[in-house]
């Protein structure tokens, strides 16, 4: 089989990896890639949200499958482009990519399919959101409704606050994805991903994990785009397990087939779970980074199994294969972020590290410089590793963590602590 994944992170890094493994895949092609993914397969420079430029290159090189990793392809249609022209796909259509597109969208999703969520409001002025703000108190969530790079979300802890929110929004801080506003209670309790693979019908769990958003260790500072994971998610009991996908995953599922737009790809549902009840965050379509990483050193091999019968549509014959095992993945990223950060740094040590089932660096922003990998982006890469529990995972993680000798990169060292606390 001749495989194409779009995306160039940690997460792409950790698809390609998994998938190599699978003795069906014959070339795998990652584009645009970066320099750790360059180790494992073949990087392509191409425009992936131009679907037209992914088809032609798909053509010419006589792909059978395509992957698709970031959101922006998805909800730019890519994936439907490659379907008219009879690609196999892994990834939902522009319609169904609009699950993480558009949260409005999804409240109203999640209003039809009564799939429990935070009771909102949706604006497109600002003296009207303001009321709303008002009536409601604080604390309050204000969220731009279109694609904002995970910028998007303010938690206003005053109603001064948010009302600020409210003007920055419709001022143009978050550019058009701020046009309109989503305005939600805030929810109480510990939040963790789900992941579930839907073929339009039916519905396979792959994995929970939960990753630290903030910047600083104790969940303190800025958001990122996330400082590290770990799979499972101890939060996500099998009660828990189960009453997200019989009241919130399958009714969604239902209500987007009836609506005309089936989804099919990975559903990445973000849930915050209090006293044992699961209330939907919000849906992305595709898969988390870092989560992907500790999901993908969890899975393995079969991982291409699983989602080529997704793609075409046979979920209902397919299991995973589970172990009981435990992955958790380190950030290191560029002093500064999410901040302004410098670019150009060289990594050492990374060719001393382990390489094997249990043990990965997934590079997320790297290149290659006089034969030296130099770091590139924000967050630069994910040290991942695996263990029959999480403490070992932990410090198998930090040891590797500890051989890399990059003196402008950071990492939090306190990844998995809520899970760990009770060591
Ligand atoms: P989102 O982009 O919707 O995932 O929001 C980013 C983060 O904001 C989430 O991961 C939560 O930590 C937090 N958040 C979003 N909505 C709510 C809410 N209604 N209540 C509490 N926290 C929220
Ligand atoms: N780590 C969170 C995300 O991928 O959206």
Redesign the pocket.
Known sequence: MNILILGSGGREHSLAWAVMQNPKCDRLIVAPGNAGIAEIAECAALNIEDGGAVTVFAEENAIDFVIVGPEAPLAAGVSDRLRAAGFLVFGPSGAAARLEAS?AFTKQICDAAGAP??A?GHFSDAASAKAYVQAQGA?I?I?ADGL?A?K??I?AETVADAETAVDEMFSGAFGDAGTEVVI??????E?ASFFVLCDGEDVLPIGTAQDH?RVGEGDTGP?TGGMGAYSPAPVMTDDVVQAALDQIVKPTMAEMARQGIPYQGVLFV?L?IENGVPRL??Y?VRFGDPECQVLMMRLGAQVLDLLQACAEGRLADTQVNWAADHALTVVLAAKGYPGAYEKGSVIGGLEHLPEDSSHMVFHAGTGRASGQYIAQGGRVLAVTARAQTLSDARDEAYAMVDDIDWPDGFCRRDIGWRALSGD
């Not at 939600?184 to 309790?189: A, H, N, R």
């Open positions: 949260k969520t935070a909102y604390p969530v969220k904002a995970g998007g979300v938690i939600e209670e805030f929810m109480q309790g939040e958003k958001n973000g915050m965050v919000e992305n």
